[in-house]
């Protein structure tokens, strides 16, 4: 049982206790005055298609190098104006993980105010993003179909999918994750996405 928890607070919980491999992340938020916690497990999957190679490919077991250290627990407020906050036209990303916390993906908080569109391509990444405030909308580039956005809704880019994000009438608040993980200043190239860590 989780207690005393409030909006804003990550949880990286480490390896699993029942004896698997995955490792859990968990995020809270206040909704309606009661608590809603939502989690992600790693390994994310059993194989990745890229529609830039256009193959399908089932990786190895997944091997992640954990640093020894005590449970990570960050409150967005302390993220806030510093080096792990990085902003670019239309877009805020408050990057709660990284991948020198050794979680296999990164997990953000992004804020795309209202009126904003940006137009986005993932080429190296994938992407799942869920909204936890206000509303716009996605449009596919594939299809030509739009999606409404508001706080509930989630999109994965699982084909790192070109589209174009809208801010709607308010502020959307939204909690991504990033497959590979994210080292930490990355911002938009020319095609709107972010270039792969060769490190």
Known sequence: ??????????????????????????????????????????????????TVTGRTKRPERTVIQQVEQDMIVRDIKDIIGTEREVEGPGWTSRRMLLKKDGMGFSFHETIIPAGAELHLWYKYHLEAVYCVAGNGSIEDLGTGETHQIYDGVMYALNNNDRHILRGGTEDMRLICTFNPPVTGREVH??????????S
């Open 189 to 198: 190239d020319k095609d709107g996405a972010y270039l792969p860590d060769d």
């Open 1 to 50: 049982m989780i207690t005393g928890e409030k909006a804003g607070i990550l949880h990286k919980l480490g390896a699993c206790d029942q004896g698997c491999d995955s490792i859990s992340n968990r995020g809270c938020r206040a909704r309606d005055g009661t608590l809603s916690v939502f989690t992600l497990l790693y390994p994310l999957s059993l194989g990745l298609h890229s």
